[in-house]
């Protein structure tokens, strides 16, 4: 089945440490994303990809970094500038950037303690 | 600003009753709107599409209303299940730099057997 696979689904993290949330997708789409959601809140974009090799920031990208390397691949690295990083972390893809759904992985949830 | 809001947060129907979930939109720009469901610790999964050339889009038990006029989305879920429990998001596709989607906060649907 095609899809989008996030992983792990539960990650702790000490303050002050990186961590990298892995995003796969089997659906041969180019653009990719990631989302953060927080209790109560909409989604807020921190990254997109349109291409291979090719990355934008969003909404809120500050303490955050991604690469994508690979078609199938958009790894989001959170840092330790993020301010609050603790939240649910979601990646997605679409066939183009423009005028068409998203399709969603089953996301991340971070905690930073 | 910029915002895609919903007039109700929570939303209560009984099971076998219609139910009607509220969006509005601030930019007459947007060109393309989606309705979401995301179920407790899964992704957002799409429901249905609209484009601004249309007002009105049917699916399988579900239905999109758009007045442009008033900058107004809504969503109709008939025959509700206890499936259907959920949190709705609207989102919009917004021309600017770098073709924004806007989501809203979202909005939780109990279904009550």
């Known amino acids: 089945d095609g899809g989008i696979t996030q992983s792990p689904k539960y990650l702790f993290r000490k303050e002050g440490q990186n961590v990298t949330l892995s995003c796969e997708q089997n659906?041969?789409?180019?653009?990719m994303y990631w989302y953060r959601q927080d209790p109560g809140q909409g989604l807020r974009l921190i990254y997109y990809?349109?291409?291979?090799?090719?990355?934008q920031k969003g909404d809120i990208a500050e303490g955050y970094s991604v690469s994508r390397e690979k078609k199938e691949s958009f790894p989001l690295t959170v840092t330790s500038a993020q301010k609050n990083p603790t939240a649910f972390y979601l990646c997605?893809?679409?066939?183009?950037?423009?005028?068409?759904?998203?399709?969603f992985g089953n996301g991340t949830r971070l905690t930073v303690t | 600003g910029e915002s895609v809001g919903l007039h109700l947060p929570t939303l209560s129907v009984q099971e076998g009753d219609n139910s009607i979930i509220n969006c509005a939109y601030s930019n007459s720009a947007s060109d393309y709107f989606i309705w979401y469901k995301q179920e407790s610790g899964k992704g957002p999964q799409f429901i249905i599409d609209i484009r601004s050339n249309m007002d009105k889009r049917q699916g399988q038990r579900v239905t999109v209303l758009l007045n442009k006029t008033v900058k107004h989305l809504s969503l109709q879920i008939a025959a509700t299940q206890p499936g259907d429990s959920a949190v709705y998001f609207c989102a919009e596709n917004r021309k600017t730099s770098y073709d924004k989607v806007i989501f809203g906060p979202g909005t939780s649907l109990s279904v009550i057997p």
């Open positions: 659906l041969n789409h180019d653009a």
């Open positions: 997605a893809s679409s066939i183009e950037r423009r005028n068409s759904p998203l399709h």
């Open positions: 990809s349109q291409i291979v090799n090719d990355f």
